[in-house]
């Protein structure tokens, strides 16, 4: 029997995870419970049981009286002398019971004892199992639709994925493998309620802490992440190596790491920016791929004025403002864009009105009058006159000369 115990117990221990120790702690309380039925109380039943070979005693501890009064805690002096003559009246004397004397109902009773605490055991193991999971990412199979929501098998508990926590127009198929994020592991009575999502931020996330090395090993951290989900999710991501590109690594060879998130998500955008301490410049990669001319960023009111290119408007805005919405999520920043024409307008874009000016300046600092211009010309052309004057005198004078020279050696 002992041997058939060990067993059953070491093959228990393995399949539900649950400690050899809590089991035999379970047969010890359910051995106190059958004395109970047995006997009508057990306060002085005592159960040991080896754990190494799980051989067990159970017995009563009984007070020695010369007149017994009452039977289940008390033995004559007589009874006492035929288990060891050395008992004196007050002794205790350990009576040994029998498993086998106990009856249908106290052997039921105890059945269900051991069975009941496996069950609270594997329940418990189960809830720590995937409370430690909690906030992490895992993989289950769709198991089928209750009503809205989906039944999703995670290996050793089901869990529940809302209505709410569903991606809007995302449809699954019985036996399809997809990836939750644990929101949250409440205990009951029936075992833990494990509440997943595909919602949640925090799925990209930790899609990326698994597809990314450098995530992971935090090489590269991401500040922030801003989702809209089954649409787009904007990401910041800042590298603690120099050496190192955030972007890059989240990319991947030929975009192979941020393509396995994007199959993941069925196809949502992800769009990887580079975080920078300066709001202005955050809030600039933010926009992309809009291009940005300025931004005036206001760090105490956590608000900021942007001017685009006219024809980038509509881009930095996003189809029906999702661009600005998601920059704005992920900057904490409420961001007001401008094209550069309303912006003129508005009398909110003085950069380049402010450069127009000091051209200006500088203009009127070298401008000459054109009474000024005419006299420097006029002087120009005298001198010119003269210069050319005494040339021609010159020229003639030599040339006349060297003709009588010749003729007078002819």
């Not at 199992?129 to 809205?148: A, F, H, L």
């Amino acid at each position: 029997m002992s041997n058939e115990l060990l067993e059953a117990l070491n093959i228990i221990e393995q399949e539900k995870n649950i400690s050899k120790e809590t089991l035999l702690e379970a047969i010890e309380n359910s051995l106190v419970t059958a004395c109970k039925n047995h006997f009508g109380k057990s306060d002085n039943v005592k159960v040991e049981i080896d754990p190494q070979t799980c051989a067990f005693q159970c017995y009563q501890e009984k007070t020695v009286v010369d007149e017994v009064m009452d039977p289940v805690e008390e033995i004559s002096l007589a009874a006492a002398h035929q288990i060891n003559g050395n008992y004196q009246l007050g002794d205790i004397v350990r009576v040994e019971v029998k498993s086998k004397e106990f009856g249908r109902i106290a052997t039921q009773n105890a059945k269900n004892v051991i069975l009941q605490k496996i069950r609270e055991e594997e329940r418990k193991v189960i809830f720590d199992e995937y409370n430690s999971k909690e906030k992490d990412v895992v993989t289950g199979v769709v198991q089928r639709y209750i009503g809205k929501n989906v039944s999703i098998n995670l290996g050793k508990a089901d869990a529940l994925l809302t209505e709410s926590e569903q991606i809007k127009g995302e449809v699954f198929k019985p036996t399809e493998r997809i990836k939750v994020y644990i929101l949250e592991v409440k205990s009951t009575s029936k075992g833990p309620k494990i509440l997943v999502s595909r919602t949640h931020p925090e799925l990209v996330k930790r899609l990326f802490e698994s597809e990314v090395t450098e995530v992971k090993e935090g090489i590269v951290e991401i500040k922030a992440i801003s989702r809209e989900a089954g649409s787009r999710t904007k990401i910041a991501v800042w590298s603690n190596d120099p050496d190192v590109d955030p972007v890059g690594a989240c990319v991947g060879m030929n975009g192979a790491r941020v393509n396995a998130i994007v199959n993941e998500l069925r196809g949502e955008k992800i769009d990887i920016i580079t975080w920078d301490e300066n709001p202005a410049i955050l809030i600039q990669n933010a926009l992309s791929p809009a291009k940005v001319i300025s931004v005036i960023a206001d760090a105490d009111e956590k608000s900021a004025k942007v001017v685009v290119p006219d024809y980038q408007l509509s881009l930095a805005i996003g189809k029906e403002g999702q661009n600005a919405r998601l920059a704005a999520r992920l900057t904490g920043f409420k961001i007001d864009i401008k094209s550069e024409t309303q912006a003129r307008e508005a009398g909110d874009f003085l950069d380049y009105e402010n450069d127009y000016e000091e051209d200006e300046e500088f203009d009127d600092e070298y401008d000459y009058s054109d009474e000024d211009f005419s006299e420097d010309t006029a002087d120009v052309a005298d001198e010119a006159d003269v210069k050319a004057d005494d040339i021609d005198e010159a020229d003639i004078d030599t040339e006349a000369d060297d003709t009588a020279d010749s003729g007078d050696e002819e």
